[in-house]
């Protein structure tokens, strides 16, 4: 028997709204029954969410610095081991390989810890400071 399909956000308890054939160019779901007039639902496709580590970019601007690493908890925060390449404007790039998820991260440039004033979040650390936070989707 073929599951009935359903376009929904994957992980979702939604209401039935479409099926898949009504749909256009949507993921498709297979159906399980749950309380409450709702459905379980478990992506069959889906191109959102890649489990795959993939580069993520890295960027900081320290023109006067000579040595800026990233480190983080995807490092074990060694604040030597990824070090960063300098461009000559002064900005240093690095792509680090992540795994889809919440990373926490710092700067360390010529030895100090340093904000991303790029970071859209920032996480509480047991420090009494923040960590900055990459999200890979």
Not at 90 to 107: D, I
């Amino acid at each position: 028997m073929n599951p009935t399909l359903y376009e929904v956000t994957a992980g979702h308890e939604l209401p039935i709204v479409k099926s898949a054939t009504e749909s256009s160019g949507g993921r498709a779901f297979a159906s399980s029954a749950s309380p409450k007039g709702t459905h379980k639902v478990n992506p069959l496709l889906s191109n959102n969410e890649d489990p795959r580590p993939r580069p993520i970019p890295f960027a900081f601007l320290a023109p006067a610095a000579r040595q800026v690493c990233v480190a983080g908890e995807f490092n074990d925060w060694n604040p030597t081991a990824m070090p960063m390449h300098k461009s000559p404007n002064g900005m240093w790039y690095l792509n680090v390989t992540l795994k889809p998820g919440r990373h926490q991260y710092r700067f360390v440039a010529d030895g100090v810890w340093q904000d991303d004033p790029a970071a859209q979040q920032r996480v509480a650390n047991t420090l009494g400071g923040e960590n900055c936070l990459k999200i890979v989707g």
